[in-house]
């Protein structure tokens, strides 16, 4: 079982509707929760994080984690064709002393105009 | 600018050559990580600093890697004896202690 488990996609949404992406992790004493953005060719780039069970919103973003359900999403709103990158799903846990960080494959979003 | 940097952006080497890249983290961060990515994962785990201990190495490292730290500030990694299979997007990241990740731009290393 991988680690940390998210769909490659593609997932299309319009432009305007909500994206929901979805990440499953395995290790129950993971941390922290991260979603990165990558572009084509460019390297990931933070957009949220979120350390406590339920919702964490900033602007048209929004963290979900459910740790007993050893999930989190990232919700999307008013998507933008701009929106269209990968989504890596990042975690946190325990090795050796220090947190080492686990990352999804990545879901690719195409939002289409 | 105060972001992460590597250097070179881009390296093509042939199969057998060594190549080293550094790293330049955000001033302030006393923790360094390099990851590796090819296309369609996501990165993968490579090696941990703390200031300049390497405190984790992982398993898929092969001996061909190596990773320095020695001031605490820059980090380089060099790869001996490239092969094909080394080409990939390599990462670097730097963080405050257990805060988030902020990745570098990346060095894109194609072995012919």
């Known amino acids: 079982q991988k680690e940390v488990e998210q769909n490659s996609g593609p997932l299309s949404v319009p432009e305007g509707a909500i994206a929901s992406l979805n990440c499953t992790y395995s290790?129950?004493?993971?941390?922290?929760f991260f979603w990165y953005r990558q572009y084509s060719g460019k390297s990931p780039e933070l957009i949220m994080s979120i350390y406590s069970n339920g919702d964490k919103e900033d602007g048209r973003f929004t963290a979900q984690l459910n740790k007993a359900s050893q999930y989190v999403s990232l919700l999307i709103r008013d998507s933008q064709p701009s929106d269209s990158a990968t989504y890596l799903c990042a975690v946190t846990g325990i090795a050796g002393g220090y947190q080492k960080v686990t990352f999804g494959i990545g879901t690719k979003l195409q939002v289409i105009p | 600018d105060t972001g992460v940097s590597q250097n070179p952006r881009h390296k093509i080497t042939k199969r057998g050559q060594n190549v080293t890249f550094r790293c330049d983290p955000i001033?302030?961060?006393?923790?360094l990580y390099w990851y590796r990515q090819t296309l369609g994962q996501g990165p993968e785990f490579l090696t941990y600093f703390q200031n300049e201990a390497q405190l984790e190495k992982s398993r898929l490292l092969s001996d061909r890697f190596s990773a320095e730290r020695p001031k605490g500030s820059f980090s380089t990694l060099e790869i001996q004896r490239t092969e094909q299979g080394d080409s990939a997007m390599y990462l670097c990241?730097?963080?405050?202690?257990?805060?988030?990740?902020?990745f570098g731009p990346g060095t894109r290393l194609t072995v012919t």
């Open positions: 290790d129950r004493v993971s941390q922290s």
């Open positions: 001033s302030e961060h006393n923790r």
């Open positions: 990241a730097s963080s405050l202690e257990n805060r988030q990740e902020i």
